[in-house]
């Protein structure tokens, strides 16, 4: 059983920075796959990025060349750095591993923390 537990959110200016932090535990957390998703109000929950156990990582379209997932195995963290942030960033963050590799589907991971808002001002 692997728990995670999301940081790092807040309220910021659009164009403005957040790092968001996920501690894991209870689980080999290097051998897992990392992912980070959103949700919006109203909206389903999105694929934003993921790392997998080897370090190869993938982005939704909408934060290419903004955002950048990161792990640290020896600390059990993933990060999201997001820069350039925009108002429809504004969702809830999750984090979320899985035993499957490369997926963008919320369906195929195993555990998920409780979430982290993001809110962009415009």
């Known amino acids: 059983q692997v728990q995670l537990v999301e940081s790092g959110g807040g309220l910021v200016q659009a164009g403005g920075s957040l790092r968001l932090s996920c501690a894991a535990s209870g689980g080999t957390f290097s051998t897992y796959n990392m992912g980070w998703f959103r949700q919006a109000p109203g909206k389903e929950r999105e694929f934003v990025a993921y790392i997998s156990w080897h370090g190869i990582t993938a982005y939704v379209e909408a934060v290419k060349g903004r955002f950048t997932i990161s792990r640290d195995n020896a600390k059990n963290m993933v990060y999201l750095q997001m820069n350039g942030l925009k108002p429809e960033d504004t969702a809830v963050y999750y984090c979320?591993?899985?035993?499957?590799?490369?997926?963008?589907?919320?369906?195929?991971?195993?555990?998920w923390g409780q979430g982290t808002q993001v809110t962009v001002s415009s």
């Open positions: 979320a591993a899985a035993r499957i590799y490369g997926s963008r589907w919320s369906n195929d991971y195993d555990y």
